[in-house]
């Protein structure tokens, strides 16, 4: 197994040396108003279909095996390998910097998006797109409840919250304003027919 896994690692390497060309979008979409701006990664982002990594990188979903036949170093080079084919190919994936996901987990999440989803070609100046696997719902983490940081961030959250809520129930009220500045004060009153001044 272990010469096959270097074989497809190889392979995915190699495809990373050079980034997939983008097609032209201001040919495609001449219309639209960003490509005026220049702005040909928000017309590939707004407008271009998702094409399939298997056309993409001529790479069949078939070559990955289940995480079960891999071990943790076989799933993380082939990770690796993905992830380095996408990012040069203007796709980054968010992961949280504080959790330590378990590799073959990783490698399902990986290997799930190749096949049911697409990539968006990004022009050389058109930025990046970044995949998110987050659900922000602790009860169906893709890293698993164990490793899932977003109840933390909501209790910090709502904390953090109640704080402010209290802070500011706490503050002096400003009585200060005066009988010139009540609300039914004369040099306010603007008739409907009158032109405001701005």
């Given at each position: ?5 270097n ?7 190699e495809?990373?040396?050079t980034?997939i ?7 495609l ?19 271009s279909t ?12 078939e ?7 891999l ?14 084919l ?10 949280p910097?504080?959790?330590?996901i ?9 290997i799930?998006y190749?096949?049911e989803?697409?990539?968006k070609l990004?022009?050389?100046?058109g930025g990046?797109?970044?995949l998110?696997f987050?659900?922000?719902?602790a009860?169906s ?6 490793n ?11 904390e953090?919250?109640?704080e402010?809520?209290?802070?500011q129930?706490?503050k002096p ?6 009988d ?12 409907d ?6």
């Amino acid at each position: 197994m272990q010469t096959y896994i270097n074989q497809l690692v190889e392979d995915l390497n190699e495809k990373a040396q050079t980034k997939i060309e983008a097609p032209n979008y201001k040919v495609l979409f001449p219309d639209h108003p960003a490509i005026d701006y220049d702005l040909d990664g928000v017309v590939a982002y707004l407008c271009s279909t998702p094409l399939s990594f298997s056309s993409t990188f001529d790479t069949q979903d078939e070559v990955f095996p289940p995480a079960e036949k891999l071990t943790n170093e076989q799933a993380q080079q082939l990770c690796d390998a993905i992830l380095n084919l996408w990012q040069v190919n203007n796709l980054q994936v968010y992961l949280p910097d504080d959790v330590n996901i378990p590799v073959k987990n990783l490698y399902n999440q990986l290997i799930t998006y190749w096949k049911e989803d697409g990539i968006k070609l990004m022009p050389n100046n058109g930025g990046n797109i970044t995949l998110d696997f987050c659900t922000y719902y602790a009860e169906s983490c893709p890293w698993g409840s164990e490793n899932c940081t977003c109840e933390d961030n909501f209790r910090k959250m709502s904390e953090e919250m109640e704080e402010f809520k209290k802070e500011q129930e706490n503050k002096p009220k400003d009585n200060s304003r005066k009988d010139n500045e009540r609300e039914d004060n004369p040099k306010y009153d603007i008739n409907d027919d009158e032109d405001l001044p701005f």
